[in-house]
C-alpha cells in the first residue's frame, strides 16, 4: 500500500563532480549524509553542461571533462530534508540548494 509524505518537499543540490566536502568527494558526502539522517534516499544526475558563477562546464566528443555539473535529488518530508540542509549550510562552501514544495508524494514500498 502507498504511504503518503507529511508535507513532501524536493530538494535539489547543484554542485561539481570535482568538488570535495570534508575531503571527501561532494555527492559520496551527501549521499553518506542522506543515509546517516534516516531519509528515503536521492538520486544524482550527472550533467553534460552547465554554467554558473564557477564558469561553464561541458563535455566535448573528443574531450571528456572532469568536472561536470551534477544535481542530487532528494524527496522526503519537509522536516526530515531541512536537517539535511542544515547540515550543507553549515559544511559546504560551494553549489547551489533549492527547495521545492510538492503537492503530493507517495512511498509506492510502504
Not at 566535448?60 to 530534508?81: A, F, G, H, Q, Y
Request: with cysteine; aromatic share 4%; glycine share 10%.
Amino acid at each position: 500500500m502507498a504511504r503518503g509524505f507529511r508535507e513532501p518537499v524536493k530538494m535539489k543540490l547543484y554542485l561539481l563532480e570535482g568538488d570535495r566536502i570534508e575531503g571527501v568527494p561532494a555527492v559520496d558526502w551527501v549521499l553518506e549524509k542522506v543515509r546517516e539522517l534516516g531519509l528515503r534516499g536521492a538520486t544524482v544526475h550527472r550533467c553534460f553542461a552547465g554554467c554558473g558563477r564557477r564558469g561553464r562546464s561541458e563535455a566535448r566528443i573528443l574531450r571528456r571533462s572532469t568536472n561536470l555539473p551534477v544535481v542530487v535529488e532528494v524527496v522526503d518530508e519537509r522536516e526530515k530534508v531541512e536537517r539535511l540542509v542544515r547540515l550543507l549550510r553549515r559544511k559546504v562552501d560551494v553549489g547551489l540548494v533549492t527547495l521545492e514544495r510538492l503537492e503530493e508524494a507517495y512511498d509506492l514500498e510502504g
